[in-house]
Nanobody, 119 residues
């Protein structure tokens, strides 16, 4: 099982990025896939997830700005980030097999991709 994130970059406030999570060793269609971010200020935070049925869930901080999606042919999950704020600066991880709870605890993690929002 492998999860590989990409797409992070330095972007100005108000900008956009699309993060990718390429999976191998399993099919993303049959698992709930999560996006989690980590920053020194806030620690680990839930951002979004997508169910096998394609239903998305978003943290309050992400609603209206972030969009999660999935490409079955590419076996990849995406996170479109828009209207970025400085407080969105973090390392973004995709994960699988996460337990419910306020702190993300997941069985499988990618290595993360850095998003820095700064002018």
């Amino acid at each position: 099982v492998q999860l590989v994130e990409s797409g992070g970059d330095l972007v100005q406030p108000g900008g956009s990025l699309r993060l990718s999570c390429a999976a191998s060793g399993f099919t993303v269609d049959i698992y709930r896939i999560y996006w989690v971010r980590q920053s020194p200020q806030k620690g680990l935070e839930w951002v979004s997830d997508i169910t096998p049925g394609g239903s998305p869930t978003y943290a309050e901080s992400a609603k209206g700005r972030f969009t999660i999606s999935r490409d079955s042919k590419k076996n990849t999950v995406f996170l479109q980030l828009s209207s970025l704020k400085t407080e969105d600066t973090a390392t973004y991880y995709c994960a699988r097999g996460c337990a419910n709870g306020p702190t993300p605890r997941c069985r499988d993690w990618g290595r993360g991709t850095q998003v820095t929002v700064s002018s």
